[in-house]
């Protein structure tokens, strides 16, 4: 079993940033995909970004491409997602996610996930 504890969420205004973490305990994520989905209410989930445990080229969606940034650090088994420019349709709940599918990851089907941490920008 894989336990993910995310965090780091908030409220800022417009054109601001946060950080996101997920921390990772448990069995070893081996070859595992890494990332994050999140859910605005009303809407279908969206896949951000991911990446693998092992390292490789990073996933982004349409939404995060220039702004977003995945990153991991191996030794403290933690994920980042690094947020700039804001926007208030980056407003959802963000999930991190591990599984060895990476469309599992990004649709939010993936095997394991974390509580959710919410983000909040506001105008």
């Known amino acids: 079993q894989v336990q993910l504890v995310d965090s780091g969420g908030g409220s800022v205004q417009t054109g601001g940033s946060l950080r996101l973490s997920c921390t990772a305990s448990g069995r070893s994520l081996g070859a595992y995909v890494m990332g994050w989905f999140r859910q605005a209410p009303g809407k279908e989930r969206e896949g951000v970004a991911a990446i693998t445990w092992t390292g490789g080229v990073p996933f982004y969606g349409d939404s995060a491409k220039g702004r977003f940034t995945i990153s991991y650090d191996n030794a403290k088994s933690t994920m980042y997602l690094e947020m700039n420019s804001l926007k208030p349709e980056d407003t959802a709940v963000y999930y991190c996610?591990?599984?060895?599918?990476?469309?599992?990851?990004?649709?939010?089907?993936?095997?394991?996930r974390g509580q959710g941490t919410q983000v909040t920008v506001s105008s």
């Open positions: 996610a591990a599984d060895s599918s990476l469309n599992a990851v990004l649709t939010g089907t993936a095997k394991y």
